[in-house]
């Protein structure tokens, strides 16, 4: 089973790094990139035979503990199914961004 864990910071925190390269993109003839929000992304592979829910207790305590800093980051975590197709590209289409904060990939 393979996850991905995205770690951002949180909208209300300014955005340093984010606000430079929209600033070099600009520079560099790109007028249409009117922001940029930068973060991590973490690939990881877990041991073959955990069951969904024990992988994403111990993803979603992973990312809260270790991970981010929950005062200024927010973090999503996926569960992908690469049995059934569903690999790193298609793991975007799942996202369920409706709630501020933590946000984890709906089911």
Do not use: C
């Amino acid at each position: 089973m393979q996850a991905i864990i995205r770690v951002a910071l949180k909208k209300t925190v300014l955005d340093v790094q984010g606000r430079a390269i929209t600033k070099a993109l600009q520079g560099h003839g790109h007028e249409e990139v009117l922001g940029v929000r930068q973060g991590k992304f973490f690939e990881i592979e877990l041991a073959d035979g955990m069951r969904p829910e024990t992988a994403r207790a111990s993803l979603e305590r992973l990312a809260a503990d270790v991970l981010s800093n929950p005062v200024i980051e927010d973090y999503e975590v996926a569960l992908l199914d690469v049995a059934e197709g569903k690999g790193r590209e298609q793991w975007r289409e799942s996202w369920d961004t409706s709630e501020p904060g933590k946000r984890t990939r709906s089911s």
